[in-house]
């Protein structure tokens, strides 16, 4: 269904794999802004992108790369001083669990954290792959067309691997 609604906003190719990578479709460069230069993409057509669609797990996960930065706490806006040993361990498991700050001792679920883009919680991930940290972003369109096949609102990250 997921495929389906992106195969329906053009944003992966229309005779795309069953179980991808997808290939980009014709209207891929108009869900994503390109901020800075990329003139690959106009000079090299679209051949550099491809699309992963992950999940639905049974419980959400908590998605990071190499480019994580600290986590901070929504209550005091401080970050653990240990976060990179704690994320490590928790990077690809069930995220269902809560995180106690040890700046002000109050409880969030991961979440909750604010992952600064550079991580997320979600039973179900769409990757775009060959794009440069924070220089994609996903348009409104492409985000409320996921939104309309599962529950909740869609948000974005940077992973690097
Ligand atoms: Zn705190």
């Keep these: 269904m997921l495929v389906a609604a992106l195969q329906e906003i053009d944003f992966i190719a229309a005779d795309a794999p069953a179980a991808g990578p997808y290939p980009p479709g014709p209207a891929f460069g108009q ?4 901020m800075g230069c990329a003139p690959a993409l106009a000079a090299e057509g679209q051949d550099l992108h491809s699309v992963e669609v992950s999940g639905p797990s049974p419980a ?24 990179r040993e704690q ?51 996903p348009g409104d369109a492409l985000l409320s067309a996921l939104g309309t096949v599962t529950d909740g609102p869609w948000t974005y990250f940077y992973l690097r691997r």
């Design 31 to 34: 869900h994503i802004t390109f």
């Design 60 to 83: 959400p996960l908590l998605a990071a790369g190499d480019n994580l930065r600290p986590p901070r706490c929504p209550a005091c806006g401080r970050s653990p001083e240990d976060w």
């Design 87 to 137: 994320v490590r361990a928790w990077n690809g498991e069930p995220a269902q669990r809560d995180w106690t700050c040890p700046n002000c001792g109050k409880t969030h679920p991961l979440a909750g954290l604010d992952w600064r883009r550079t991580a997320g919680v979600a039973r179900v991930f769409v990757t775009v792959w060959g794009v440069f940290e924070r220089e994609g972003i």
